[in-house]
């Protein structure tokens, strides 16, 4: 009895750890799905926010490297009766938004809290009734990703934990063409005093 007890106790870390490397495998495909699915929709004439004058340069985005810490499990409370309110542009414009909910994660042991928001607009559209808005700002952008900040595309959770997962955080489509697109303005409570090192980065030759 002792010996099949001490197997036991023996095996179950390494059950822990095979458990883990295939939660951590089906994290990296996902990411990897959010790069190709990306490319994809750049490089399809019928989709790509890019000029034309602009789409032949177009071969493929530039990531960061593939780093599972910035998938974060961050605590998520929701806004209880939201107010609209009118979400600047970057053409100067607005977009009708409410906040839904505020997430609070760690980094590197520090405490951040980001703001997520839904669009008025697509919240009308069968489609994009559970989708949620992530615009954020960091200490890469003008200078790895693009100034203006970047996006983050998220679901309505159904606990009180959303997942995070900067590694698909991506550019807005004025970042490539600033004359077909209208993109909001990243609010200031989503600025971070950190790098994100994570997601697409940014070489603007695409803007103009």
């Known amino acids: 009895m002792k010996k099949h007890l001490l197997f036991l106790l023996l095996l179950f870390p390494v059950f822990m750890f095979s458990q ?3 939660q951590q495998s089906r994290e990296i495909q996902e990411i990897k799905k959010f790069q190709s699915d990306l490319n994809r929709e750049y490089l399809d004439p019928k989709e790509t926010p ?3 004058d602009n789409f032949t340069k177009f071969k493929q985005h530039p990531f ?3 780093d599972l810490k910035y998938r974060v499990t961050a605590n998520f409370i929701k806004t209880e009766n939201p107010q609209p309110f009118d979400l600047p542009t970057s053409s100067g414009k607005t977009k009708s938004h409410q906040e ?3 997430a609070t994660f760690t980094l590197d042991g520090k405490p951040y809290t980001l703001t997520i928001y839904q669009s008025l607009d697509l919240m009308k559209k069968e489609e994009y009734k559970d989708y949620l808005f992530l615009p954020f700002r960091d200490e890469t952008n003008k200078k790895e990703t693009y100034g203006g900040g970047k996006y983050m595309d998220l679901k309505i959770p159904t606990g009180n934990t959303i997942v995070l997962d900067f590694n698909q955080s991506y550019q ?6 600033a004359y077909d697109y209208n993109c909001p303005i990243v609010p200031e409570e ?3 005093p950190v790098e994100i090192r994570a997601g697409v980065m940014y070489e603007d030759i695409y803007h103009h």
């Open 100 to 102: 839904f909910g505020k």
């Open 20 to 22: 883990k490397n295939k």
């Open 172 to 177: 807005p489509f004025c970042a490539y063409n």
């Open 190 to 192: 989503n600025k971070l």
């Open 50 to 52: 890019l000029r034309e």
């Open 64 to 66: 960061f490297p593939i």
